[in-house]
């Protein structure tokens, strides 16, 4: 094998142009060294890219939080940009795997891996996102959440032509907030056993509109469209958000896991998450609510 | 086709050829002959290989030894300086953290990390910097204060 430590985008690409559908990039490389492995995935040619700087980079550009593919997860979690602008991302981004494993790994990867549980690709769900692909020898395009997740640990990237360069994140507006809550077994080295995120804009303690990701239940980061579009001009109160709970149901079809719940389990603990999520944009928000029952 | 790397390990540069395929903790043990590094699951989920890597802890099952290029590395066997151990090697032994062995190079490598950034960690900050090392037999109670005697050793000089 042949393994090219990349200095600039443009090497990268030009590496992986050459190897001719038998290169892969390798960020963090976290899961890919596994799954080479155990033969899910092989290459002739690894196209490192921890070493470009710009693809490191944590910065904002106009409105957006720019996030660079190779930026390890510990580098987000303590980016003071981004713990400003989205503290739900921190939470997500600082509690995948274990310490070792963030300070290699990245959120683009955790992405790209498509794992339906994966805590940092929920927690940057519901931010809306754009993922920006390169190619060499074409202009970059950019892929929202609903069209990166193609299939179980599948992402719509054709990863021996391409890589994303960066993570584009619209910045909040002052009557906007973003949550990210999980229910889990142990802290470290665990997947959850659910996992909610959101991002909510509301006026006067009234829900301008609001985008809800949830998982395990189905392919990546699955929307509470129901819940998202009965909330949407309702007071964020306890019986509003305890009902778009219930009505996350409506979009979640989680299975039953050996190690990480029941579909009952599952079932049942879904719509608590779903408004703890909510409480927790509710309180960031400064609205009031009265908890009932 | 093996290739040329550069890097310092724990303090020594040196200039060496590897195979691309090969991952650091395979390197550190079946070339270099440190087998202070323990490998344990090859999955990132045991901790034992545990090294700091450009001053992180990483595990070096999972890092490609090709990326080792211009970085500086630490593996237990440079934590002693000669016959003296380091304050954490010789918390460890004071507060009995250690019983079959297997993960203490990994843990003691996790708690130098930590130590090395933060010199004065509170009890739940230790858990956090630990929590992808596992141990099977001690039990983590010890680890824990073996690893706050450590640290407050070095706030003090030694």
Same mark, same amino acid.
């Given at each position: 094998?042949?393994?090219?430590?990349?200095?600039?985008?443009?090497?990268?690409?030009? *590496?992986?142009?050459?190897?001719?559908?038998?290169?892969?990039?390798? &960020?963090?490389?976290?899961?890919?060294?596994?799954?080479?492995?155990?033969?899910?995935? @092989?290459? =002739?040619?690894?196209?490192?890219?921890?070493?470009?700087?710009?693809?490191?980079?944590?910065?904002?550009?106009? $409105?957006?939080?720019?996030?660079?593919? @190779?930026?390890?997860?510990?580098?987000?979690?303590?980016? %003071?940009?981004?713990?400003?602008?989205?503290?739900?991302?921190?939470?997500?981004?600082?509690?995948?795997? @274990?310490?070792?494993?963030?300070? &290699?790994?990245?959120?683009?990867?955790?992405?790209? @891996?498509?794992?339906?549980?994966?805590?940092?690709?929920?927690?940057?769900?519901?931010?809306?996102?754009?993922?920006?692909?390169?190619?060499?020898?074409?202009?970059?395009?950019?892929?929202?959440?609903?069209?990166?997740?193609? !299939?179980?640990?599948?992402?719509?990237?054709?990863?021996?032509?391409?890589?994303?360069?960066?993570?584009?994140?619209?910045?909040?507006?002052?009557?906007? *907030?973003?949550?990210?809550?999980?229910?889990?077994?142990?802290?470290?080295?665990?997947? %959850?056993?659910?996992?909610?995120? *959101?991002?909510?804009?509301?006026?006067? !303690?009234?829900? =301008?509109?609001?985008?809800?990701?949830?998982?395990?239940? !189905?392919?990546?980061?699955?929307?509470?469209?129901?819940?998202?579009?009965?909330?949407?001009?309702?007071?964020?109160?306890?019986?509003?958000?305890?009902?778009?709970?219930?009505?996350?149901?409506? $979009?979640?079809?989680?299975?039953?896991? %050996?190690?990480?719940?029941?579909?009952?389990?599952?079932?049942?603990?879904?719509?608590?998450?779903?408004?703890?999520?909510?409480?927790?944009?509710?309180?960031?928000?400064?609205?009031?609510?009265?908890?009932?029952? | 086709?093996?290739?040329?790397?550069?890097?310092?390990?724990?303090?020594?540069?040196?200039?060496?050829?590897?195979?691309?395929?090969?991952?650091?903790?395979?390197?550190?043990?079946?070339? /270099?002959?440190?087998?202070?590094?323990?490998?344990?699951?090859?999955? #990132?989920?045991?901790?034992?290989?545990?090294?700091?890597?450009?001053?992180?802890?990483?595990?070096?099952?999972?890092?490609?030894?090709?990326?080792?290029?211009?970085?500086?590395?630490?593996?237990?066997? #440079?934590?002693?300086?000669?016959?003296?151990?380091?304050?954490?090697?010789?918390?460890?032994?004071?507060? #009995?953290?250690?019983?079959?062995?297997?993960?203490?190079?990994?843990?003691?490598?996790?708690?130098?990390?930590? /130590?090395?950034?933060?010199?004065?960690?509170?009890?739940?900050?230790?858990?956090?910097? /630990?929590?992808?090392?596992?141990?099977?037999?001690?039990?983590?109670?010890?680890?824990?204060?073996?690893?706050?005697?450590?640290?407050?050793?070095?706030?003090?000089?030694?």
């Amino acid at each position: 094998m042949k393994y090219v430590l990349a200095k600039s985008i443009g090497e990268a690409l030009g *590496a992986l142009a050459d190897a001719q559908g038998k290169g892969r990039v390798i &960020s963090g490389g976290t899961d890919l060294t596994i799954d080479m492995e155990e033969g899910k995935i @092989s290459a =002739d040619v690894l196209i490192d890219v921890t070493q470009i700087p710009e693809m490191k980079e944590i910065r904002i550009e106009g $409105d957006e939080l720019v996030i660079g593919a @190779s930026a390890t997860l510990t580098e987000i979690t303590h980016n %003071p940009l981004v713990r400003r602008y989205f503290l739900s991302l921190t939470k997500g981004t600082g509690c995948i795997g @274990s310490l070792q494993i963030r300070n &290699s790994a990245t959120l683009t990867g955790n992405v790209v @891996s498509a794992q339906p549980a994966a805590d940092g690709g929920m927690a940057v769900a519901p931010l809306n996102p754009a993922y920006v692909i390169s190619r060499e020898g074409a202009e970059d395009k950019k892929l929202n959440t609903q069209e990166m997740y193609a !299939g179980f640990g599948r992402t719509a990237i054709d990863p021996h032509n391409e890589m994303v360069k960066e993570i584009r994140i619209p910045l909040p507006k002052e009557n906007e *907030a973003s949550s990210y809550v999980r229910l889990e077994l142990r802290k470290s080295l665990s997947l %959850p056993m659910l996992n909610v995120a *959101a991002m909510a804009g509301a006026t006067g !303690g009234e829900v =301008d509109w609001v985008r809800i990701t949830m998982g395990p239940v !189905g392919v990546g980061p699955v929307r509470a469209r129901h819940a998202e579009e009965w909330l949407a001009g309702k007071k964020l109160n306890w019986k509003n958000m305890a009902e778009a709970g219930n009505m996350a149901l409506l $979009d979640a079809k989680p299975r039953s896991n %050996p190690l990480r719940g029941s579909r009952e389990y599952r079932e049942a603990t879904l719509p608590i998450l779903v408004r703890r999520a909510l409480e927790d944009i509710a309180t960031q928000l400064g609205v009031k609510y009265e908890k009932e029952g | 086709m093996r290739e040329k790397i550069s890097f310092t390990l724990n303090g020594v540069f040196m200039e060496t050829d590897v195979d691309p395929d090969v991952r650091l903790a395979d390197f550190l043990r079946d070339e /270099l002959h440190l087998i202070g590094t323990k490998i344990g699951c090859k999955r #990132g989920e045991c901790g034992a290989c545990t090294v700091i890597f450009n001053g992180k802890a990483v595990t070096s099952c999972l890092v490609p030894v090709m990326r080792a290029d211009g970085a500086v590395i630490e593996t237990i066997e #440079g934590l002693a300086e000669g016959d003296k151990l380091h304050p954490i090697q010789e918390e460890f032994i004071n507060h #009995g953290a250690v019983q079959c062995g297997f993960c203490t190079p990994g843990m003691i490598m996790s708690a130098k990390a930590l /130590l090395d950034e933060n010199p004065n960690p509170t009890p739940t900050e230790v858990c956090e910097a /630990l929590g992808g090392n596992i141990c099977r037999c001690t039990g983590y109670k010890k680890i824990q204060e073996a690893v706050l005697a450590a640290a407050e050793r070095m706030r003090k000089g030694w």
